[in-house]
């Protein structure tokens, strides 16, 4: 894998560390991959706080996931940059359409831990090569994953990767967390992708610029590490964790944005 691909695996194992504590996020497949594949994590990758943080992302996105399904039950899910992560089968509401989608070498780590069906199927997709929307499933309503995807893609990457979701369906809901301009200066110092060989990050400090011309907008902004989850950590790690990992001042290092076409 190259280094990308490989960050991957540090909210693979901050899930799998969850999971097992059985808190915020119960997720056996993470916790069985993340045994099997034995990657070596290092310095902040391996972080207790970076661990919440990922598991905690995980689970906003999963009842996002939910509540976007239980009203549009007929929806295609697409989850672009999937990893190895297994929404698929935490998502508690059914679904009929799901897609995950990732790099090739991703993909065929993927196939040794999940089966297709006649519902779910798993394609090699590269998200800053929007041509390839286009040969996607049809449907009428997407319901897009972008879970820590965006600071990889380019501003023009992302506005045409957007571009070509609402041209492909009719309606289209979208979550994705960003990392601000100051973020992405900020985590030249204290990123941990940074432990796995990625140097070169992305940020928005402006969504509404990058959705010029669109006809996708922006819908809410939404907690990455919502009050109900935090409250789930032991008394000290939840003090901690909360100066670290919420208020105003790590919104202005990450951000989760809705945004939908209808």
């Not at 280094?3 to 899930?15: A, D, H, M, R, S």
């Amino acid at each position: 894998m190259n280094e990308v691909n490989k960050t991957l695996f540090i909210p693979l194992y901050g899930k799998s560390k969850v999971s097992k504590q059985k808190i915020i996020l119960d997720d056996p497949t993470a916790e069985k991959i993340w045994a099997e594949e034995s990657f070596k994590l290092s310095g902040k990758s391996k972080s207790k706080w970076l661990a919440y943080n990922m598991a905690m992302r995980a689970r906003v996105f999963d009842d996002w996931t939910d509540s976007m399904l239980s009203a549009e039950e007929d929806s295609i899910v697409l989850h672009i940059g999937c990893g190895l992560d297994s929404r698929c089968r935490r998502i508690k509401h059914p679904y009929t359409k799901w897609l995950d989608c990732d790099f090739s070498d991703v993909i065929s780590v993927r196939k040794n831990y999940y089966q297709e069906s006649e519902n779910y199927k798993m394609q090699v997709l590269d998200a800053s090569d929007s041509s390839k929307i286009k040969n996607l499933p049809d449907c009428k309503n997407a319901i897009v994953v972008l879970e820590g995807i965006s600071m990889y893609l380019s501003h023009e990457q992302l506005h045409d990767l957007f571009l070509a979701l609402q041209e492909k369906y009719p309606q289209v809901h979208i979550l994705l967390d960003v990392y601000t301009e100051f973020g992405v200066r900020a985590s030249k110092f204290k990123n941990p992708v940074n432990d796995v060989g990625v140097t070169k990050l992305y940020g928005i400090d402006d969504i509404q610029s990058l959705l010029n011309g669109l006809k996708i907008s922006f819908k809410e902004e939404h907690s990455i590490t919502p009050k109900r989850l935090v409250n789930e950590l032991k008394f000290f790690d939840r003090i901690f964790f909360k100066l670290l990992f919420t208020g105003k001042f790590y919104r202005k290092i990450y951000r989760l944005f809705e945004l939908s076409c209808n």
